[in-house]
């Protein structure tokens, strides 16, 4: 079955950095489009990064642009979130996606990030 697990999360102090990691199982990992997705208790989720199937191209929320990092190994199966430069605001639980257009979306159970001094 469909599986993607998150790692990397923790406590970190402001301006620190994380790596987080996605592995995927279950599906074909290089036709899917990966996204990573962050959420705080009481707000909807937000869509973080974008990573392309095709390309390898990039997308970012205008918050995170400039310190984060989305990339993909496709023979590892895997899609990284290199986070720098952490402020307060990062903190939330991050979820890993793949989507495809034809076969939908799938998620994982997501990694908590904690941002404090």
């Known amino acids: 079955q469909v599986q993607l697990v998150e790692s990397g999360g923790g406590l970190v102090q402001p301006g620190g950095s994380l790596k987080l990691s996605c592995i995927a199982s279950?599906?074909?990992?290089s036709n899917w489009r990966m996204r990573w997705y962050r959420q705080t208790p009481g707000k909807e989720r937000e869509?973080?990064?974008?990573?392309?199937?095709?390309?390898?191209?990039?997308n970012y929320a205008d918050s995170v642009k400039g310190r984060f990092t989305i990339s993909r190994d496709n023979a590892k199966k895997t899609v990284y979130l290199q986070m720098n430069t952490l402020k307060f605001e990062d903190t939330a639980v991050y979820y890993c996606s793949a989507i495809h257009d034809s076969w939908g979306q799938y998620w994982g159970r997501g990694t908590q990030v904690t941002v404090s001094s």
């Open positions: 279950g599906f074909i990992f």
């Open positions: 869509l973080v990064a974008t990573i392309t199937s095709t390309d390898d191209s990039t």
